[in-house]
């Protein structure tokens, strides 16, 4: 006869349920790791955000790099699209009606007497 091996049972382990108290760290501590780790990614995030903007400000960087960077945006300028002839006439009519409008208090502040 052969013989069946025998299985040993295993002990039952002493399982309770858990107190409130218990309950209540434990979702602490899973709501606390997820805020950690929520937060290490938004500044990992926002730390490659602002170097590639930084990189895109000329104006931060000095010396060499800066005066090119001038002297491209005033060749653009000088030699870009003007804007249109209307357009041109009515800034400058507007320019005129608020220098109108304001040469007395400036005049007035010099010391010249008011024109009429």
């Known amino acids: 006869m052969t013989e069946a091996p025998e299985t040993q049972a295993m002990p039952e382990q002493d399982s309770r349920p858990l107190t409130p108290l218990e309950i209540f760290f434990i979702k602490l ?3 606390t790791t997820a805020a950690i780790v929520f937060l290490v990614c938004s500044v990992l995030f926002l730390q490659s955000l602002i170097e590639s903007k930084i990189d895109e400000l000329s104006f931060l960087k000095g010396g060499h790099v800066f005066w090119e960077n001038v002297e491209a945006k005033v060749d653009a300028f000088a030699n870009g699209n003007d804007i249109p002839p209307e357009r041109k ?3 400058i009519a507007s320019i005129k009606k608020i220098a109108d409008r304001y040469r007395p208090y400036f005049e007035a502040a010099a010391g ?3 024109h009429n």
Do not use: D, V
């Open 29 to 31: 501590g899973g709501i």
């Open 89 to 91: 006439a009515k800034i």
């Open 112 to 114: 010249s007497p008011p």
